[in-house]
């Protein structure tokens, strides 16, 4: 990507894009078709389907079996969620048939949220081939409908930005942290919404992010969640440890100055219509980045100092980096140094994103998928 240094003189920038505004009035910046295997069993049948549509994208997973309780609760909110992010169009889910998450019932739970869907599973159409035949088919059909919306003129305002740093390197909490935040601000100012991801780096620092609450109510979902990380084994706290070491505001550098008006479970969506919400997701890229998409987030901006170059199947994700030799090994890789641009470059880049321009992981066809797990399968 080639941004303006801080030196260099910037052109204004666009005020509008456009964008795909959805049935429940929110508005995307790509016009996908999802598709959802719903067990494990049928991710590669549902990849298989992807492949064949440019336009389709597909969030294989190890999950929709041998789940139990809170585990499989939160993999069926995160799926349907995602199946409602701004960014889809409509969804092609592909099941096994035997499975716990049973595709017909889940694909009934989708239509009742008004995103267009076909079902279809392995064991009901025949076997494999017959079931990719009738995929294809079906996500063919949905292609076909949201290729006649030609979109909508939006603004920063009708965005919905997820953020998640990823490290506690340095470079991050000294540069781009805070530029990033300086964006979140800019972004609140202009009435869109922001979500950011990493609540495990809050178990050291209770009562200042209890106090970032905005009500009484988020300040003890905050609470209770710093309790809970602060009791998990020592191999699940690297991040903790780290934050344990540094001041509250360093920690939080990408949350900007404002309060946190909405405290959302893994999986959740976002329900204030401008603001700030934190998502009760780990700082690890690939269950971050899926459950922002989740929450609502069009765009995902991620800050990482290893420069992770991956992006995600739902979402185009904005690589930011205060690390000079990931800059410089990762120039493909990364779209904005943060030792070389404000904030304005981070929103120009987000409208140019918003109007269709790809990411450094677009440009490379690279995504990852995880959802996060609650405790052990069985």
């Not at 959805?22 to 494990?40: E, M, Y």
């Not at 597909?58 to 809170?70: E, L, S």
């Not at 079902?119 to 025949?126: L, N, P, R, Y």
């Not at 178990?203 to 905050?222: C, K, N």
Request: proline share 5%; hydrophobic share 40%; glycine share 10%.
């Amino acid at each position: 990507m080639s941004t303006p240094t801080a030196d260099e003189p910037r052109s204004p920038r666009r005020e509008t894009f456009t964008g795909f505004r959805r049935n429940d009035g929110h508005i995307g910046v790509r016009n996908r078709i999802l598709v959802a295997p719903s067990v494990i069993c049928s991710h590669i049948v549902a990849e298989r389907i992807a492949k064949a549509s440019e336009r389709a994208v597909c969030t294989p997973h190890d999950h929709g079996c041998a789940q139990i309780g809170a585990d499989h609760e939160q993999t069926e909110r995160t799926l349907l969620n995602l199946a409602r992010n701004p960014n889809v169009a409509g969804a092609t889910v592909v099941g096994l048939g035997c499975e716990h998450l049973q595709s017909g019932p889940f694909a009934d739970r989708i239509a009742a949220e008004g995103v267009p869907v076909r079902e279809t599973a392995i064991q009901d159409v025949g076997g494999s081939d017959a079931c990719i035949e009738e995929g294809i088919d079906a996500t063919a059909e949905l292609t076909r409908t949201a290729l006649s919306d030609d979109g909508t003129d939006a603004t920063l305002a009708d965005l919905t930005v997820g953020v998640v740093s990823s490290d506690l390197d340095r470079s991050t909490r000294e540069i781009a942290d805070p530029v990033v935040g300086e964006t979140v601000d800019a972004l609140l100012d202009a009435g869109a919404r922001v979500v950011v991801a990493g609540t495990e780096r809050l178990a050291a620092h209770p009562d200042a992010a209890a106090a970032r609450g905005a009500t009484a109510t988020v300040a003890e979902e905050i609470r209770t969640a710093c309790e809970r990380d602060a009791a998990r084994p020592g191999s699940a706290q690297r991040i903790a440890r780290h934050a344990a070491n540094a001041e509250f505001e360093a920690v939080v550098g990408t949350w900007g100055g404002a309060r946190i008006d909405e405290f959302v479970p893994y999986g959740g969506q976002v329900t204030i219509n401008e603001g700030l919400a934190l998502i009760d997701a780990p700082s690890r890229f690939e269950e971050a980045a899926t459950a922002l998409a989740a929450a609502g987030a069009s765009i995902v901006v991620h800050v990482t100092a290893d420069g992770i170059p991956t992006g995600h199947p739902v979402v185009p994700v904005l690589k930011v980096t205060g690390d000079g030799t990931t800059a410089t090994a990762l120039v493909a890789d990364i779209d904005l140094d943060a030792r070389a641009v404000e904030s304005e470059a981070i929103l120009d880049e987000l409208v140019r994103v918003a109007d269709g321009g790809p990411t450094a992981a677009e440009e490379h066809g690279l995504t990852t998928f995880a959802i996060n797990r609650v405790g052990p399968s069985l």
